[in-house]
């Protein structure tokens, strides 16, 4: 636990930066910081491994680099920076100290930027081959997040515009600013609003030619089954020429991953509703007005995900 915390404040400060640059000094790697603090900090990473110390100067070891590549730091901001504030008071929330939503909240922005990383790594690749030759030109992706799968999108597609939506204000602003440090910024925009309340979204959103909704639907199954049924068949009514509607789920226990057991607990705490296996799914599309054309998997993905081709029922 100390060592994910200790990795994760690596990130957040300059210290991570400037180790990447080879050995430095003390003086160096502490500059603008708490020098007592900082001291002690780097011996306790050196005694576990992170860092080496060789003379007078730091510097990352192989298991540093590991911890600190793109895809450790964004597992790691997600379960300490996004989450952390729901797994410190487990003990409040099993008691009713504390209610989630109400006394604890996770941190959106942090959620959307993270899950972002791992997003554009693992799964943007296989998204865009579900889409390739379907002729969506505009796509509405449900649930943005930090809007990455869009702004991927975008990059490899220059004739692709797409809408963004989220409910959480702090994931959007982290879309946007994305969107414009990528320089997309004129073909997608971000808004507020909840993907389980078609009927209030932004007017902006029924300019959509295709649909994405990625990792939100299960959050759904809170209300039960028939409660997700009946907002697929939403989605289906109020986009009847959709060209594509591509529904991406994560897969608990589908190879007995040790990931699948804190990604499971986070969704415990948070009283989503739980992630389901792929014959579950099938039984939810089947009452449906849509039928399943395809499914797409990137094995080794974590959290590994399944990717759903939903087309009207004829």
Known sequence: MHVCH??????ETPLLERLRRGPRSVDD??????????????????????????GETYLLTRLGEFLTTDVSLARLGIYVGAYGSVTGRIGDLLTGKAT??????????QLG???????????????????????????????????????DACLRDPSLTGIGLDIDPAAVEVARDLAERQGVADRVEFVVGDAFAPADWP?????????CVMSALHEHFRHGEQAV??????????FPHQKILLVGEPELR??????????????????QGL?????????????????CRRVYTRPGAGPRMCFYDLVPRR
């Open 6 to 11: 200790a990795v994760h404040a690596l990130a």
């Open 29 to 54: 790697l502490l500059a603008g910081l708490h020098e007592p603090t900082g001291t002690g900090f780097l011996r306790y990473l050196a005694n576990r491994g992170v860092l080496e110390r060789q």
């Open 100 to 109: 989630y939503g109400t006394d604890v909240v996770r941190d959106g922005g």
């Open 113 to 151: 930027l993270h899950c972002a990383t791992l997003f554009s790594f693992f799964h943007t690749p296989v998204v865009v081959e579900a889409m390739r030759g379907r002729g969506a030109r505009r796509v509405l992706d449900v649930g943005c997040g930090g809007g990455q799968l869009l702004v």
């Open 203 to 211: 007017e902006v959103c029924y300019e959509a030619d295709g649909l």
């Open 229 to 238: 049924v009946e907002l697929l068949d939403e989605y289906a009514a109020r």
């Open 254 to 271: 589908y190879d007995g991953r040790e990931n699948d057991d804190d990604f499971f607990l986070i969704h415990v705490l948070t009283q």
């Open 275 to 291: 992630p389901r296996d792929r014959s579950a799914w099938f039984s939810v599309f089947e009452r449906s007005t849509l039928d």
